[in-house]
């Protein structure tokens, strides 16, 4: 009787912590999903834009690249999880948008939640992101966390930074961004 009981504990916990990380949380502004998710502070302090030299690896290639890389070009900065419904829908967004704007911005998908490459690499293929995507190591979540606080990192709020090509970084409002807006702040920052 213990063990059974302990599994129903496990499976509704288990259920609640992915009904959370994907947004099945509470309702709020605009009808947007949400749900605080508390987690501790990083206690390591990045200089501003760290993140951006931090080494990643493309899932589908094994190429190490940093963010910083791609200076002089706009990049969109994609935080997911291959699990999450609402990410699904961000990543054909981000792809609407690179093909419309085409060679004028890049797209890089991070995977928050740590799901492996096999699960990145068969998500991108499915939602069409022919892009670099990659794990997170624990390094670069901190350091996103201590420049933009907790909720950049939550995939349920489909958090995308858009880099532009100076390397200042603008984190984009909460919610599903449409094509036509991620075309609209390529272009602002690509004339």
């Not at 963010?67 to 967004?93: A, F």
């Not at 390094?139 to 349920?156: H, R």
């Not at 984190?171 to 272009?187: F, P």
Request: aromatic share 6%; proline share 5%.
């Amino acid at each position: 009787m213990r063990k059974i009981s302990f599994l129903i504990t496990v499976m509704f916990t288990s259920l609640s912590l992915l009904l959370t990380a994907c947004g099945g949380g509470q309702s709020t502004e605009e009808g947007h999903p949400h749900t605080e998710v508390p987690v501790e502070t990083a206690e390591i302090v990045y200089e501003p834009g760290a993140w951006m030299n931090m080494t990643l690896t493309d899932a589908r290639t094994g190429a190490e690249f940093k963010l910083s890389d791609y200076n002089g070009k706009t990049v969109i900065l994609e935080m997911m999880d291959p699990g999450c419904p609402v990410c699904s829908v961000q990543v054909k967004e981000v792809a609407a948008a690179l093909d419309a704007i085409g060679d004028k911005a890049v797209a890089v998908s991070v995977d928050v939640m740590g799901k492996g490459k096999s699960s990145q690499v068969a998500w991108a293929d499915k939602y069409g992101a022919t892009w670099a995507i990659t794990q997170m190591p624990n390094d670069f979540g901190q350091a996103l966390i201590a420049e933009f606080g907790v909720k950049i990192i939550y995939p349920g709020d489909t958090p995308v930074i858009v880099i532009d090509p100076s390397g200042m970084a603008h984190v984009t409002d909460r919610g599903i961004k449409k094509s036509a807006t991620l075309v609209e702040l390529v272009n602002q920052w690509t004339q």
